[in-house]
């Protein structure tokens, strides 16, 4: 894969089992009243107090007078809980750049992740094509691109198409509701693969998401290209309308995070929670795990720059358990429009992540 996180080298406090030690932050990363508590934290406690009023203090970095007292430890928690709390939900918050965020962004963050409601999931079935490429010549790439859109466009088995694209490096963001919709879409742009293939980009790996039965259908096209096949193990997703009449312009955002499982025993519940604790956030547009042989992948798609922060905030404790043994972080990127990847850029930076801005699109589902 492109991308190696620094996460597995040095940087972030938060998603590596190093912060199962006390969580190594710095003082200028914290509001004065909160520097005190650093030495006081301790990681086994960092999130047994989130509902304490040193919340806003971590989202805003302004506490209160009944914040400065829970930090001073009147808090109902405790001193030690307090001191925890501060530390812990501070981390985060620093960590994604809340603090230097203008005010309302902060806000929907909050709303984003507090607001969370009981709906009915959609079986997480669709397809996805994972075609990764390098640009060779952009100005011979860029017409080509723009009729693959084009021509896909027309075609009533897809849910979304579009490229994501970072400097010289291009991947097609694809998704259809079946196999046999995948088979037709290779069929419709069949010439211009090989147009694209003839000089103006290289591709790199290619891969086919989706459930065993589908793979199956899929299993001689993907054997003539070389292409690896993740099947889903369990997800859900919120789109009761995949491919609707209207093709919109592209805004999905997307994570893509590649793993190695480790240890299965102890990595299948943890996947089993990120499942259920995702199902519940509002933006979150489908959520779920595809995998080959020890090969894992997170296929997670949100409405917004937003929704990915307070994803991240909600499974950040599940991250850290399965970093601590039961899979290791291979690759990790974030794809979306260039205004909410500006959200984010924080974020990724302090992970080691890519980032890859949609250059163009469409989407046809309908979330719930």
């Known amino acids: ?65 009944a914040e400065r007292g829970a930090l001073a430890g009147g808090s109902p928690f405790g001193s030690a ?61 860029a017409p080509i691109m723009a009729e693959f859109v084009e021509q896909t466009r027309a075609e009533k088995g897809c849910i979304w198409y579009g490229w994501d694209r970072s400097g010289d490096k291009l991947f097609c963001n694809e998704a259809y509701v079946d196999a046999d919709a995948v088979l037709a879409h290779l069929e419709n742009v069949g010439g211009l693969i090989d147009k694209i293939l003839a000089g103006p980009a290289k591709l790199e790996s290619i891969e086919f998401h989706g459930p065993g039965a589908e793979l199956e259908k899929l299993k001689p096209t993907a054997d003539s290209l070389g292409a690896t096949c993740y099947a889903v193990d369990s997800g859900f997703s919120s789109m009761p309308v995949e491919n609707g009449p209207s093709a919109n312009p592209g805004t999905l955002c997307t994570i893509h995070p590649y793993f190695t499982i480790v240890d299965e025993e102890a990595a299948k519940p943890l996947m089993a929670e990120f499942v259920e604790k995702t199902r ?50 291979e690759s990790l990127a974030f794809h979306g429009p260039a205004a909410e990847m500006e959200k984010i ?24």
Request: glycine share 8%.
């Open 81 to 141: 809980a307090a001191a925890v709390a501060a530390s812990g939900l501070l981390a985060r918050a620093a960590v994604r750049g809340a603090r230097s965020a203008p005010p309302g962004a902060r806000a929907m963050r909050g709303a984003a992740s507090a607001s969370q409601v009981t709906r009915a999931a959609q079986p997480f079935k669709f397809c996805s094509i994972h075609p990764y490429f390098t640009i060779l010549d952009e100005a011979a790439a």
């Open 280 to 329: 519940s956030e509002v933006d979150c547009v489908y959520y779920g795990w595809t995998k080959v042989g020890d090969k894992l992948f997170c296929r997670e798609g949100y409405g917004s720059g937003d929704g990915i922060l307070a994803h991240l905030d909600n499974v950040g404790p599940l991250l850290d358990k399965m970093l601590a043994g039961p899979a290791k972080l």
């Open 1 to 65: 894969f492109w991308f190696q996180p620094s996460c597995l080298r040095s940087a972030s406090p938060r998603h590596t089992p190093a912060n199962l030690a006390p969580t190594p932050l710095t003082a200028t990363m914290l509001p004065l009243a909160a520097q005190p508590v650093l030495r006081t934290a301790a990681s086994p406690l960092l999130r047994s107090a989130v509902t304490s009023p040193v919340f806003h203090a971590a989202v805003t970095g302004a506490p209160s007078a």
């Open 345 to 368: 850029k924080e974020t990724a930076s302090g992970l080691g992540a890519a980032i890859l801005i949609k250059d163009s699109g469409f989407e046809r589902f309908e979330k719930a």
